[in-house]
């Protein structure tokens, strides 16, 4: 097997520790929080089927390629929950060092392109990069409304803090930021999200 | 909410079961079954970073959405294992089931591409398919080596059985095959997997 071959399957070996991380979420249809690998892919299935409610036409394979590899940095650093202040003041550094040894793993042309898609869906610029960081809120508040508020109960979120934090979804979809709106004030009505 | 964006986020809450449908071989890093929703994430990482090994030169987008949705039949179908040859017998005709209940949730036009990509990969006739079935091959088998060869040895799986389920793989990618036929030598030689 040569080099490159062998790097690249060494790499994909590692990311399977991606099935590990769990996040804060419970899946909908089972008792147990939801991991990083299988809320990748949900996305990227999210990405295929809502493309056309985007602001304006986005690259789909772009978008596919970010949303598969946007969470791979926290095989090192950890999921940080959307609404943990603390974790969020160093949650880049911690990402940048993941970043530079998982995939420093790949061919250095691949280690560019991995960091690249990583660092646009991070800095939320690019029409592409807020379509798939809008997916990337919209599923968990999908996620906590059917699991009757549960993380939000869990750990006292308001729909204040809700508002605040998917408040960006219109950046990517005005259309799906309407959707997100109306799913709080229901979340609120039925009282499983505080006010 | 109209009827269009409705369907969709219906589906894509129906479709969260696929977290639940689980595989035969377990994840490397950890002591628990792979579930497809997983399984497809991983699948898409390989085909995003071994395209170039392909036969041919593939559209990566038709690769990456075959493998997104390949498996969401078996959310109704049930995972059909891979030496199962009377579950084979039946398996077209419980998945083509599951795919017009699943895809007709969607709108039409949404339907029809899902219900097209899925065909698509299980005829394995286009270099896309056979690309995308050549991923969906191998990587149970790097999950079974260094998994110690256990579910080959749970349910009897010699060589000769793993050789003849793999050969196809050098259909979408020649590589991947001497890949493949080189680790089930070297799993044959440790002893994990019978002769």
Redesign the interface.
Known sequence: ?DDR?TE??R???E??????VHRRAK????DRL??D??H???L???A???KE?ANQDVD??KV??ML??HDLVEIDAGDTFAYDAKGHEDKYEREKQAAKRLFGM?PPD?ERELTELWEEFERMETIEARFASALDRLQPL?HNH?NDGDTWQTYGITSGQVTARNRKIAEGSE?LW??AQ?IIAKSVEQGILAE
Chains 1, 2 share one sequence.
């Open positions: 097997m071959l690249q399957i790499f994909l070996i990311i399977d520790k991606l099935k590990t899946i909908i249809h089972g939801e991991n690998a299988e990748s892919w949900h990227a299935m999210m295929l089927l809502l409610h789909l394979l596919l390629k598969l590899v790949l691949q999908i059917l259309k309407e959707l109306s």
